[in-house]
């Protein structure tokens, strides 16, 4: 026993000599660079001009990518909010960090790229958004939102261990506390900052200035809108269509109320349970009237009088016009659109002043700006809003890098980066060993030296969890490559999906068991085994083996 003990000494013994070693090791790194990741949430890639948007204003975002490198292949590994953020603190796969699900608890006590920051003596934050049912872990400071948190005069929870609602529009606050810190921070010390965005998440509430700001526009309807689902089962049996998901009140703002609720009023989760428990129309009715009131119960005076003149200006109109059918979806779609990119405009428009600011306290030159949203998101493609499946819209994201040291303005790539790509790239950049156990790349080759890139993935591995609330998509597994898309559904749809993306770049066509087809998709399976196996998914190798 003695002699265990011993050995068992020796070894911390050496494990804690050769951290301190790397941690000198990047510490004594010349002007090492400070790091700003701002990560937006359910932002859709085809709604930034830098990717294409036609309609759409993000003048600060395209500028950032004018500045840098845009990336037109990155995806996300599961395509909802919390996993996303997880991935990004870990590196791995929701099935390797434990959080593949929204609203449980992330284990921090686990490898955290936050936490080897920290031992480099990176000075590190997050500010916004964190959604990952606990407190943060690796941050020096941080003021992050509770939950989801809310647009007007949100809560923040502090590092310093209290709460605090904080008047104003939260993604305005956000940009004030990122100011706010980093004009606090030790200047003799490198820092890192997670700016956590609330905007672009569903239920799409402008800052009041943007309030109408594309309400001239009539905005063309996806090809794919009144999508059939022919030959696919999982997309027909989704639950978040404009159509029917989308609800009038809550969503669009739709008679809703902007009266300050009654002080035994039911919580907004209350609601929520009740209005999943209510099995008439006329119970489901009812409680819609309450959401309003409840929604907007923080509004200041000021917020509750302009919302309160816009939206009743919306209402009146839909009073008016007596809607049904196609006539009615369309509508909602035309109102859907006009209050996500309205909201989407604060979100560039403080994206511009966190540059301004860098640009005017001379920090732009070395420091780091990465912009991405932790997943994509349906414009009306399929019918849709939401996320979550494997195709392009839900996985596809917009992600740029800019880095005057050692990126050049205005270049893009497009090699298959992923979401935990970004752990690894920013301990690399910080002079920092990337972890074994870390199942991305570093993107720093990319950004010296796409060309000088050989070995670069050709191929994504994909796997979804949330399963059935809240959108009733099953759940699913799959790979996609530059070309090809290929998912196996599981659970009570259990199917297979194939699709050529060059073809058929919308994805309504199903080759899978198409006559023609079998060498293709006997070459993918054997590439997504290769996949589920290295990445060590044992739950989809059980599936991936069994005959439907």
């Given at each position: ?10 070894l911390i013994?050496?494990?804690?000599v050769?951290?301190s ?13 400070n ?5 937006s949430?359910?932002h859709?890639?085809?709604t ?62 686990q490898?955290?790229f ?14 916004g958004k964190w959604h ?9 400071y ?27 529009y ?10 706010q810190?980093?004009e606090?921070?030790?200047p ?7 700016v ?20 001239k ?8 809108f009144?999508?059939?689902?022919e ?25 809703a109320?902007?009266d ?19 099995k008439?129309p006329?119970?489901k ?11 907007f119960g ?11 003149a816009y ?16 006539a009615l ?41 990465i ?6 998101f ?7 809003f ?9 996985i ?10 050692l ?6 790539t ?17 002079g ?12 720093l ?9 050989t ?21 699913h ?12 559904f ?17 994805q309504v066509?199903?080759m ?9 998709t ?5 590439k ?6 290295e ?14």
């Amino acid at each position: 026993m003695k002699n265990y003990r011993n050995f068992l000494s020796t070894l911390i013994g050496f494990i804690s000599v050769c951290g301190s070693a790397q941690q000198l090791k990047a510490q004594q790194i010349p002007n090492r660079p400070n790091i700003i990741f701002i990560l937006s949430d359910d932002h859709a890639y085809q709604t930034v001009g830098a990717y294409g948007a036609k309609i759409a204003k993000t003048p600060n975002i395209d500028r950032l990518a004018k500045q840098g490198v845009r990336f037109n292949n990155a995806v996300v590994t599961n395509a909802i909010c919390g996993p996303s953020r997880a991935t990004l603190l870990t590196g791995k796969y929701s099935h390797k960090n434990g959080y593949p699900l929204n609203e449980q608890k992330f284990d921090t006590n686990q490898t955290l790229f936050s936490v080897l920051l920290q031992q480099a003596s990176y000075q590190t934050a997050w500010l916004g958004k964190w959604h990952l049912g606990n407190l943060p872990k690796g941050f020096d400071y941080y003021n992050i939102l509770n939950g989801q948190g809310q647009y007007f005069n949100p809560d923040f929870i502090s590092s310093a261990g209290d709460t605090t609602q904080k008047e104003g529009y939260v993604t305005n606050i956000i940009t004030d506390l990122t100011k706010q810190w980093i004009e606090k921070r030790d200047p003799s010390k490198p820092f890192f900052l997670v700016v956590g965005e609330k905007a672009t998440h569903r239920s799409w509430e402008p800052d009041l200035q943007d309030l109408g700001a594309y309400d001239k526009i009539k905005f063309p309807l996806p090809s794919t809108f009144y999508d059939h689902y022919e030959t696919r089962l999982a997309a027909k049996d989704q639950d978040m269509t404009i159509d029917k998901t989308m609800n009038l009140t809550s969503d669009l703002k739709v008679h809703a109320s902007f009266d300050k609720p009654a002080a035994n009023a039911p919580s907004q989760k209350e609601l929520n349970k009740l209005f999943q428990a209510a099995k008439t129309p006329e119970e489901k009715a009812a409680l819609q009237k309450q959401f309003g009131s409840r929604q907007f119960g923080r509004l200041n005076d000021e917020q509750r009088k302009a919302y309160s003149a816009y939206y009743g200006k919306v209402t009146r109109e839909f009073d008016s016009l007596k809607l049904e059918g196609k006539a009615l979806v369309e509508w909602k779609f035309q109102r859907y659109m006009k209050d996500y990119l309205a909201t989407a405009n604060s979100l560039d428009r403080n994206i511009g002043k966190m540059l301004d600011y860098l640009d005017a306290t001379g920090l732009s030159e070395n420091t780091i700006v990465i912009y991405a949203s932790d997943n994509g998101f349906y414009m009306g493609e399929h019918g849709w809003f939401d996320k979550r499946f494997v195709y392009e819209e839900s996985i596809h994201v917009p992600m740029i890098v800019r880095y005057p040291k050692l990126t050049k303005a205005g270049t893009t790539t497009d090699k298959i980066v992923l979401n935990n790509d970004w752990a690894p790239t920013i301990l690399d950049a910080a002079g920092i060993k990337v972890p074994a156990d870390m199942q991305g790349k570093s993107l720093l080759p990319l950004l010296k030296d796409e060309k000088a890139v050989t070995n670069w993935r050709k191929d994504a591995y994909y796997h979804y969890y949330e399963f059935p609330q809240p959108h009733h998509v099953h759940p699913h597994f799959g790979i996609r490559s530059d070309r090809y898309t290929l998912a196996r559904f599981y659970g009570e749809v259990n199917s297979w999906e194939l699709f050529d993306n060059q073809s058929d770049p919308k994805q309504v066509k199903n080759m899978y068991g198409q006559k023609g087809q079998e060498k293709l998709t006997a070459d993918l399976k054997a590439k997504l085994k290769k996949l589920i196996v290295e990445f060590d998914d044992q739950e989809a190798l059980k599936i991936f083996d069994q005959k439907i």
